[in-house]
């Protein structure tokens, strides 16, 4: 017989998850669902690591995902652990290092390219479902000012990214013309 813990607690089996707090809340909670969009984009960030194939690049995702990580935790309400200015100031450096070397937009593109380009396009799109959730709940709640402003620039970064990708990968941008 092993010391290993289950997996499963049973405590939210009633429909409520808990908090860093110890709180528990509902799983439709705001706070909650929150959480949980943040955790469908770092798993989609991990898909589209495994996908890359310049280490560099992948380091930096692994970087945005222990970032991600922080954002959970302060919504968990682990107040020890914040999302701070300088991660921000990160994200806005990375953003200008891809963007220097990428063609000037003209048109709107749309998401595709290569899987690994298409997967960064999918977890943008999803960083923006994230922004909206945390800003419905600071609507109701304080939140950090500073994660809704981090979550829009990582947006703007795996916007970037995805060109980046395409445009090493020789995948070219498809225009969207009215």
Known sequence: MTNKS?????TGDQ????LANGERRSKT???ILAIGALDELNAVLGI???QLSDPILMQQVETL????????AELALANEINIMEEHLLAVEKMIDHYDAALPRMTHFIFPGGSVAGATLHHARSICRRV????LHLA???EVNSL?????????????VLARHVNQQLGEPETKWIP
């Open 6 to 10: 289950r997996i499963y607690t049973r």
């Open 15 to 18: 429909g409520s998850s808990g």
């Open 29 to 31: 909670d705001q706070r």
């Open 48 to 50: 589209a690591c495994s």
């Open 65 to 72: 995902q222990k970032q991600i990580f922080i954002c959970g």
């Open 131 to 134: 922004e909206c959730e945390v």
């Open 139 to 141: 609507q109701q709640e």
């Open 147 to 159: 994660l809704l402003r981090y979550l829009n620039r990582l947006s703007d970064l795996l916007f």
